[in-house]
């Protein structure tokens, strides 16, 4: 059974940092894009960034642009997602998707074709 089950989420105050890990099994993680979403409340779910399978080139929406970094671990089959900095409106809940498609872009949650149940986060101001 395919499963992945992100970790990490919690409360933290504006400024602060923390690290989403998304687990992967049941297929072979080397060969899937891994791209995280958040949604939050009452908003649209949106991309916040992606790795590729093949290059490990990363994507990234522009409201963390410098502040949020992803990375990945074939070893453990793992993503990362190092947040820092973050800000009231990164509050929500984030998901991580994988897809077998590649992209020279971030791509959007219709891209995806596994999915994670998501993981809260809280950020005070």
């Known amino acids: 059974e395919v499963q992945l089950v992100e970790s990490g989420g919690g409360l933290v105050q504006a400024g602060g940092s923390l690290r989403l890990s998304c687990g992967v099994s049941g297929f072979t993680f080397h060969d899937y894009t891994i791209a995280w979403f958040r949604q939050a409340p009452g908003k649209e779910r949106e991309g916040v960034s992606s790795?590729?399978?093949?290059?490990?080139?990363?994507y990234y929406a522009d409201s963390v642009k410098g502040r949020f970094t992803i990375s990945r671990d074939n070893a453990k089959n793992t993503v990362f997602l190092q947040m820092t900095s973050v800000k009231p409106e990164d509050t929500g809940v984030y998901y991580c998707g994988a897809t077998l498609g590649h992209f020279h872009r971030l791509p959007d949650y219709r891209g995806m074709d596994y999915w994670g149940k998501g993981t809260l986060i809280t950020v005070s101001s």
């Open positions: 790795i590729s399978s093949h290059d490990g080139t990363t």
